[in-house]
């Protein structure tokens, strides 16, 4: 943390006048009290009645007689606080410790009031300097831990919150969090003991409960059967128990990010018995059993993507903090080229447009969800969105591109020979494919158990080097997945 002190402290008023206001300024002083110290034990005795504004009178004026008394500035800055003054207190803090590192509670008034300001860096920062400090401090465990659920740190924002709780720490809300974050870490037994205590905490709050529920519900299914976890997540649920189905499909995606293989596979048995014409859960259980496939089908594409796109956008960047188009937005401007015309297969929502409108003229959009393009419809960006699959379209085009974009497609094709020749065919002399893929070792391509195919960074190159010279490719985090980085490449080739 860079540290800053404020400008100088006001000026001290004579001691005389001092003395005529407050009696006990004077006995101080008749004690053989230094001016400095009367005025403190002046300022803390009046803040104690209640006088605040005259209370910070006193302490500023013993602050600019002492302006090196490290306890004198922490007290100004707690009344300064404690007044309204956040700005003021945070300058009188950061020059206390200037003068004395050593006071944790110094420490968390800085952290407390850089994080309510919204200077969560700084926050992290003082939290962290007090724990060096005390490393049981249950106030820096707790207050650090909270910093790094909205940093999306789970781990560690489990392993601070736990020691706060196992340090006496009764709050609904620590575990809550604490609940929260280890359910998101995949540690759902211990997320439905967490968020037990705080269901009990507030008995009104749904997204509480429903929490609690859906980590009872998937504790249950690794512990016991499908039925029993049913019927562990009724009971927490209660009142604010959702549709069977739905709560089943949640704990299915749940245990397929996490590995939880088994759990898996029994559930979604169960649902495709509730719902046997399912397009979705079939290729899963595929998936879950190891069984090879060429590519993901296009009913199956289409109706994931149908069923995610409403919340799509909010979920891909909030949640999996998915970043590709930014990236390659960086690259193509970086290129200093424009494309006249450019296709963006897979385009989904359309997350990429506004990136490829900067360095482009005419943006075809293809993908295979029709409610996904109806979200891309409206971005008003596209001067055409055909509802057709990727490799279909590109062998039935008949105008060629000057730049081709795939993020975050070929996850849905295993073998993608026909891929990349149809990029080939449908681009000009010199025009770019941009794509990126999950990176897997051993064979050519798999199938995941999340239903997604990774490819070996090999045998995608070999399938390149024909046609393309390759003008950039880097390894990078394609998206989170149970909140830990997919490993990738993002890849940029010009045709030859």
Known sequence: MTLHVSSPFPPVAALEQWRARYPKFGAALDRGGSPPSALRYLGLSLWQDGAVPEAVEALEAAAGLAPDDAALLADLGALRSFSGRKADALNAFIASLERDPSRIQVWLGVAGLCNEIGDKDAAENAYVAALELEPASVDACTGLGLIYIERGRFEDAVRLLSGAVARGVESGAVHACLGQSLYLIGRFAEARTALAVAAQAFPGEVTIIRRYAGAAFAAAAIESTVEAAIDAYRAAAGAYAEDTLAACRSAFQALCGFGHGEAALRLGEAILAMVPDDPIIPFHLDALRGRAHERASRGYVAACFDRYAENFDRHLVEILHYRLPETLRTLLEAAGRRF???LDLGCGTGLSAAGLATVGDELVGVDLSARMLEKAKARNLYARL???????????????????????MIIYL????????????????????????????????????????????????????????????????????????VAGRLVLLRKK
């Open 340 to 342: 006249p015309r450019i």
């Open 386 to 408: 055909v509802e057709d699959d990727a490799i279909a379209f590109l062998d039935a085009n008949g105008a060629p591109f000057d730049l081709i974009v795939a993020l975050e």
């Open 414 to 485: 295993g073998d993608l020979s026909a891929l990349f020749a149809g990029a080939a065919r449908n681009l000009r002399p010199g025009g770019l494919f941009a794509f990126s893929f999950e990176a897997g070792a051993g064979r050519a391509h798999a199938l995941s158990p999340c239903g997604r195919f990774v490819h070996n960074p090999t045998y995608v190159e070999g399938l390149w080097s024909g046609n393309f010279d390759c003008l950039f490719a880097q390894q990078t985090t394609i998206r989170l997945e149970a909140n830990r980085p």
